[in-house]
């Protein structure tokens, strides 16, 4: 059956099998379900994730984080953007410990992108120039080999990795593309001028 993360899930043999020989309905009738994947699936698993990740962010490092999103090609499992907002040099420190944390939070979680406050986490173009334009890898990515997955991943397999023990080890990561605190004033975004519309729409009302 089609899983979260975008491909057919292995049968169980020790699932029951059924044999349906009448299906029979009433008139109108109305069925409510999802087929899955997709983002009414993964939005289910997804939603609570950000909220427990939220949370125990917040217990932690109370107001540095600002908003969390489990991105749905990741599942709503195994990607999740964290928004935060610096205010001082020590929380360059302080967003790959919050990576880390999630990480520890949420088992099946396998990787985080660490964005500033004035990237949106629920804009993949928006997260995308932050990972292109606010990331050198060989300085902000951080590895943990060796940890504890999903088995519905089909990289986390010794198929994939032979360094891998058993199907449902993985790497992880945290993506850390959140400007320098000492270098904020580099990474400040274009801004563009207000436009008064009121001479092409005069009926304009703030």
Known sequence: MPEFPGYDGPANPSLP???VKAV???KDAIVQT???PGEEHVSL????TEAAVLRMCEDEYPGFVLQTYAHSSGGGKFLQVIQVKKT???D???ARQVGLLALGIYTELKHVVMVDEDVDPFDTEDVLWAMTTRFQADRDLVVL???AGHVL???QTPQYNPALPAKGVTAKMVYDATRPYGLRDMFTRAKFRDVDPRPWYPDYQE
Do not use: C, Q
């Not at 698993?45 to 609570?48: D, E, T």
């Open 17 to 19: 099998v059924i044999k």
């Open 45 to 48: 698993a997804g939603i609570p």
């Open 88 to 90: 001082a040099e020590f």
């Open 24 to 26: 029979t309905t009433r």
């Open 153 to 155: 991943d089909p990289s």
């Open 92 to 94: 360059d420190g302080r």
């Open 145 to 147: 080999p060796g940890v």
């Open 34 to 36: 999802l087929v899955g």
